[in-house]
Nanobody, 119 residues
């Protein structure tokens, strides 16, 4: 069993900031990578940012320069400070954890946390 606990969503005004965090626990063995995806109403889920255990990062073009992802390997926790938030950042944000398993990696998803950017 693997559990992801997300926190940090909420309502913020345009230009404001929020920090999302997600902690993984359970039978993790090896965490290959963690990341955040988001899904706005009527749209497909999209990658926001991801980080590997080696520290390699990947960002959606729309968040580059505003969001910074990092992972604390010892705590199996990923952080996503989000700055200069825009109304178009409004979405449910989902934490994703990629775990090493024999054969093929296991993908685990969090429940999602709502981020609303509005004045």
């Amino acid at each position: 069993q693997v559990e992801l606990v997300e926190s940090g969503g909420g309502l913020v005004q345009p230009g404001g900031s929020l920090i999302l965090s997600c902690s993984a626990s359970g039978n993790l063995y090896v965490v290959n990578a963690m990341g955040w995806y988001r899904q706005a109403p009527g749209r497909q889920r999209e990658l926001v940012a991801a980080v590997t255990r080696d520290g390699n990062t990947n960002y959606a073009d729309s968040v580059k320069g505003r969001f910074t992802i990092s992972m604390d390997n010892a705590k199996n926790t990923v952080y996503l400070p989000m700055n200069s938030l825009k109304p178009e950042d409004t979405a449910v944000y989902y934490c994703d954890c990629n775990l090493a398993r024999p054969g093929r990696p296991l993908e685990v998803w969090g429940q999602g946390t709502l981020v609303t950017v509005s004045s």
